[in-house]
């Protein structure tokens, strides 16, 4: 399985960005993904998964209101709309596979996640 997770890059503070994660080479039916970001110095944190049926599992609570998830299961691609950006967002982004689909393990848990991509990088500037 391979992530390729884009669409970061400089953007000033209230701006808006979509990142893309595509999905390949994955032999288990739409698995669920989640978001997650890792800010200079800090911890990798949780930002927002998806089922595979479309179901917004869960997402913090920085983000509510401002980020949003959604996928194209015909494309293979997952997307993180992110809106009302601020200087506190940038962050290298991941998203990451639950093969089973339904983030039994609990979608703010890295070890839910089979595989992980290489992130993006989103760099907010006021």
């Known amino acids: 399985v391979q992530l390729q997770a884009s669409g970061g890059g400089l953007v000033q503070t209230g701006a808006s960005l979509r990142l893309s994660c595509a999905v390949s080479g994955s032999r288990f039916s739409r698995p669920a993904v989640g978001w997650f970001r890792q800010a200079p110095g800090k911890e990798r944190e949780f930002v927002i998964a998806?089922?595979?049926?479309?179901?917004?599992?869960d997402q913090a609570d920085s983000v509510k209101g401002r980020f949003t998830i959604s996928r194209d299961n015909t494309k293979n691609m997952v997307y993180l709309q992110m809106n009302s950006l601020n200087e506190e967002d940038t962050a290298v982004y991941y998203c990451?596979?639950?093969?089973?689909?339904?983030?039994?393990?609990?979608?703010?848990?890295?070890?839910?996640?089979?595989?992980w991509g290489l992130g993006t990088l989103v760099t907010v500037s006021s």
């Open positions: 998806i089922t595979r049926t479309g179901e917004v599992r």
């Open positions: 990451a596979v639950d093969k089973g689909g339904v983030l039994g393990g609990g979608a703010r848990f890295p070890s839910t996640y089979d595989y």
